[in-house]
């Protein structure tokens, strides 16, 4: 081969880490797969979402780019911004479906939470890599104030689905920092003592809901009614699933939301456990990769926020999946990599783009 | 565990070490993803192998189609059964907007099979605009057998409308409950929002209405019941061919009053076609006999959707039909306001019984004279005689003696100037004035300030008094159960359809006022004196009972220094006619106020009224026809 192109090949692949971009690419075949089945074979739904994967491939592409201690030196303004951006939404917010949530600047609108997506963990993972050499309860209690003041507001909104994921993912900052167990265990048994005064003050019909997200059955014309599809969907699959197109609960309309959060009924249907097995291999081979790249990462802050990324993107994938099959609450998180919509595909394939970037540009910090 | 504590005290950073516990963390949380990934994946086995039989059944019948069964919604009676809000069922013709593609050209070719009036296109239009396109809306209700059979035949045509069977709302008693009752109206967006903030949207997946003002929308929750559920199989085509199990819904609850609608009726027409409200309440309970506001409205109109011609004429008619007078209007309580200032004088010792004034008709104050209705004055006037004969000029010096915050104190205890907090929406506080209201309700300083003039005729029951006729008739019940205040309250009891439990809505005490059993008993002496021979003793002749009462009048414009002649007023610009009573005396069964618009004195107008009122309440006698008005009672 021509020795510039194999330099412009290697300019373009340099920062890629073929394993974690091999399996993301699986994924997003398998969601193009099912979005066609999904969407009644709808072309232009398809290519669509094939065109938002090609923009958060390249944003992928861009991050993986980016040594992480740019990143580094970006935590703070980006965490700072984004926090005024949700108290802007707090105050100035758009109101669309009942939760305020998106922020109108000039042509276009914003949802900031997106933003607190990476840039929590980001922030996080800063604070603790500053304080490395004395960390103390103290910052982990700042840690954990850090974290709490974005997900309250987000929570507010409400949109308490993002604000779960964004709590999780802080969580996981601190968990990887090293708080230790003494306090992790005191603060399940305080929470778990909590729940009954956290109850008592819950008002009524506040309290149906939770037991609805507990027991669909208990509000099968409501919010159980999701459930109840998908997992007769899901059982309905069998081992090899109805066949491709053939999804009965899919085509006769009984699954909702069947192209986004609910996609995995779809493929459940269509493609039985041993498709579920394959997706489940697939999504371990991203978080093993992940927990693989974080394992070796040369800098605190790289570990840190490799680790939040990797089990972050877990947290998605169970969540999501919990829910369809019925063992977690209906609560709106898409299955990554695989649901339609541009905007979560963005976020994550971000968060795959700085675990790249990790893995690649750990030489040039050793040395 | 707690190797893998941090211990920040060492000085010499361990760069292995720390590398080694994040490790460990690592594989912790590892070790969680993969336990995680096991629990889901046993849950995969255990829905597609385990339970694979039992869900594949499910999809292939499937066609499993889960619809809402619609609770009947609970009724509304009197305290004597007395039917005032029931349900029935008729076929309907629907349309959804959003599965037609020309609705002018659709409703026109249904004209052609089944009669659609310009109204029911008109109220077609009203309802498309308040909900959302894939709504089933009903063009036209109550189809006949033969329209019913001659839809049928032509249906293919006509993809997006069917014939539905639903529950109607009715009101058999008409105007005459319009503002107790209220009425329901077609759930709109707008309730949709409110419903899902509380989360209780999903029980009205299926219902149509809700209750939109009166006890229909106080006492919505109780009245709606719980929404069934049916999972019914469906074919390809989507029609149900059997049922696979099924959540009864679970009916409203039904409402009893303490109203009698006889009583009602007999107050209604009573009224003939003036306007004004009655609040008739018992004093032991706080339980309300009548409540009728006039004039009122169609209520059956709103239910299937009020089409917008009748809407406008409800909404500009200068009678102001929508208004709940009782509870929403506010007026000057005029001269019915003084047993309660005596009170007020008994009650803080600025006045005893027996203490006499000199009327000479006018009272001067800062330069300003106050004039008393009877030119050259009442004479010698004590406080029975302040009451049976209305003598301003008594008033006029009391009032002055009270000061404005001693008067406010007194009558916000009895209740005026607050919600009385009865179980229907909509009531207002009206005005209390004081001082501390005053300086809220104006914004330049001058304008703050309360004037010690302001104060006289406040003593009256005229100024910036404007009280609800409900507080009024509160207040009087108070009055007449000896100062223990009970909260007015429509509803008797809820019954739970099937369980036949009742729950009382109980009459507790809000208040006892702390009055002297001998003041209590000079005033309403002085009450019943009004009644017996004075300002309303014509419109009491030959009662077989005794009752107590006070006459008022309520000035609609204020006239400078010129005496009021009614025949040089507009009709609209007359005193309003008020009245206040209660009987038997002795130990009294019920109390009212009465408001008569425009009708000038109240001896005229509101007396006869209470009269009738009463005579059908405690001697069965039922004249039930309009009540004249007395020419010759006296006009003070």
């Known amino acids: 081969m021509h020795p510039g192109i194999r330099r412009i090949g290697r300019f373009f692949t340099a920062h890629l880490d073929s394993p974690l971009l091999g399996a993301t690419l699986l994924l997003m075949l398998a969601g193009l797969v099912v979005l066609y089945s999904a969407s009644n074979a709808n072309l232009g739904r398809t290519s669509g979402q094939l065109m938002n994967m090609l923009v958060a491939l390249g944003i992928m592409w861009v991050f993986a780019q980016i040594p992480p201690h740019y990143l580094l030196r970006l935590s703070v303004p980006v965490y700072v911004v984004g926090l005024l951006l949700l108290v802007a939404v707090a105050l100035f917010g758009e109101v669309v479906n009942g939760a305020r949530r998106w922020l109108h600047m000039g042509v276009t609108r914003i949802q900031p939470s997106e933003i607190m997506k990476i840039a929590a963990p980001l922030m996080l993972a800063w604070y603790f890599d500053r304080y490395e050499a004395t960390l103390k309860l103290k910052n982990y209690v700042v840690g954990a104030v850090l974290l709490l003041v974005p997900v309250a507001l987000i929570a507010r909104q409400p949109d308490l689905g993002t604000a779960v994921l964004i709590f999780a993912s802080g969580c996981y900052v601190i968990f990887l920092a090293g708080l230790s167990w003494k306090v992790i265990i005191g603060l399940a048994i305080a929470g778990g003592a909590s729940l009954p005064l956290v109850w008592s003050v819950l008002h009524d019909y506040q309290r149906q809901r939770v037991l609805t997200l507990l027991d669909p059955s208990q509000d099968p014309l409501g919010a159980g009614y999701h459930t109840i599809q998908s997992t007769i969907a899901l059982g309905s699959g069998g081992l090899a699933g109805k066949g491709w197109l053939s999804g009965s609960q899919t085509h006769l309309d009984f699954i909702p939301e069947r192209t986004t959060d609910f996609i995995f009924a779809v493929y459940s249907e269509e493609f039985g456990l041993i498709g579920n097995g394959v997706l489940l291999i697939l999504f371990l081979l991203v978080i093993a990769r992940g927990a693989a790249i974080t394992a070796n990462a040369p800098t605190l802050f790289a570990r840190l926020l490799g680790g939040s990324i990797t089990l972050t993107f877990f947290t998605y994938a169970f969540v999501n999946m919990g829910m369809v099959a019925g063992i977690l609450p209906v609560v709106g998180v898409p299955l990554p990599l695989v649901s339609y919509g541009g905007t979560a595909l963005v976020t994550i394939c971000l968060g795959l783009g700085i675990l790249m970037s990790i893995h690649t540009h750990k030489k040039l910090v050793q040395t | ?636």
């Not at chain 2, 619609?70 to 007395?82: A, E, F, M, Q, W």
């Not at chain 2, 309580?333 to 004088?345: E, R």
């Not at chain 2, 006499?356 to 009272?363: E, M, V, W």
């Not at chain 2, 001697?619 to 009540?627: L, R």
């Open chain 2, 1 to 636: 565990m707690s190797d893998f504590d941090m211990n920040p005290g060492v000085e010499m950073r361990d760069a292995e070490l720390e590398l080694h516990h994040f490790r460990v963390r690592l594989g912790i949380a590892s070790t969680f993803v993969l336990v995680m990934f096991g629990l889901l994946f046993a849950r995969f086995f255990y829905l597609q192998i385990v339970m694979h039989d039992h869900y594949h059944t499910l999809a292939e019948a499937n066609r499993i189609s889960i619809l809402p069964i619609v609770p009947n919604r609970g009724i509304i009676v009197d305290r004597n059964g007395v039917v005032l809000a029931t349900n029935y069922s008729a076929y309907t013709l629907e349309i959804t907007p959003s599965k037609v593609d020309s609705l002018e050209a659709t409703i026109d070719e249904i004209a052609t099979l089944v009669e659609i009036t310009p109204r029911d296109r008109r109220r077609f239009k009203k309802l498309l605009e308040e909900s959302k396109r894939f709504e089933s809306l009903p063009i036209r209700t109550r189809l006949s057998d033969e329209e019913i059979a001659r839809f049928a035949a032509n249906r293919y045509r006509f993809p997006g409308v069917d014939v539905r069977a639903r529950l109607f709302r009715s009101y058999p008693q008409g105007e005459l409950f319009s503002h107790v009752i209220g009425h329901i109206g077609r759930v709109n967006v707008k309730d949709l929002e409110k419903l899902d903030a509380e989360g209780r949207s999903s029980n009205y997946r299926g219902t149509d209405y809700i209750g939109k003002t009166g006890l229909e929308y106080t006492y919505e929750d109780q009245l709606h019941g719980t929404t069934g559920v049916e999972q019914v199989e469906v074919d390809s085509g989507g029609r149900a061919v059997r049922a696979l199990s099924r959540t009864s819904p679970i009916s409203g609850s039904n409402l009893v009053l303490k109203i009698d609608a006889r009583l009602q009726e007999v107050v209604f027409n009573a009224f003939g076609d003036r306007r004004g409200a009655l609040v008739a309440i018992e004093p032991e309970s706080g339980g309300v006999l009548a409540f009728v506001s006039k004039p009122g409205f169609d209520p059956n109109l709103f239910v299937d959707g009020i089409d917008q011609e009748n809407w406008n004429e409800l909404n500009t008619s200068p009678d102001k039909p929508m208004v709940n007078r009782a509870l929403a209007g506010t007026y000057p309580p005029g001269s019915t306001f003084k047993p309660f200032m005596a009170m007020a004088a008994l009650t803080y010792g600025k006045r005893t019984p027996g203490q006499t004034i000199s009327d000479p008709g006018f009272y001067n104050f800062g330069g300003h004279t106050f004039r008393d209705d009877k030119v050259g004055g009442h004479g010698s006037v004590d406080m029975y005689k302040s009451i049976v004969a209305s003598c301003d000029t008594y008033y006029y010096a009391l009032a002055n003696d009270l000061g404005i915050d001693a008067i406010s104190r007194f009558m916000g205890s009895l209740g005026f100037g607050s919600r009385t907090g009865i179980d229907v929406a909509g009531e207002v506080e009206g005005v209390l004035p004081s001082q501390a209201w005053k300086k809220k309700r104006f914004r330049k300083p001058e304008q703050q300030k309360w004037y010690a003039g302001e104060t006289i005729s406040i003593g009256i029951g005229q100024g910036y008094n404007s009280y609800t006729p409900l507080q009024l008739a509160a207040a009087t019940a108070t009055l007449a159960n000896d100062g223990v205040m009970f909260r007015p309250h429509l509803v008797n009891y809820v019954e739970e359809v099937h369980t036949r439990q009742r729950t009382s809505i109980e009459p507790a005490p809000i208040r006892t006022l702390d009055w002297k059993r001998e003041h209590i008993a000079t005033i309403k002496n002085a009450m019943v004196g009004v009644n017996k021979e004075g300002t309303s003793a014509r419109a009491f002749a030959g009662a077989p009972y005794s009752s107590g009462g006070k006459t008022g009048t309520a000035q609609v414009i204020g006239l400078k220094g010129e005496k009021y002649v009614e025949s040089r007023v507009a009709e609209r610009f007359r005193d309003h006619a008020l009245f206040i009573a209660y009987a038997p005396a002795e130990r009294p069964k019920i109390a009212l106020a009465v408001i008569v618009e425009n009708s000038g004195f109240g001896a005229r107008a509101a007396a006869p009224i209470a009269r009738q009122v009463f005579d059908y309440w405690l001697t069965g006698k039922d004249v039930s026809k309009p009540v004249k008005d007395d020419d010759d009672a006296p006009r003070y």
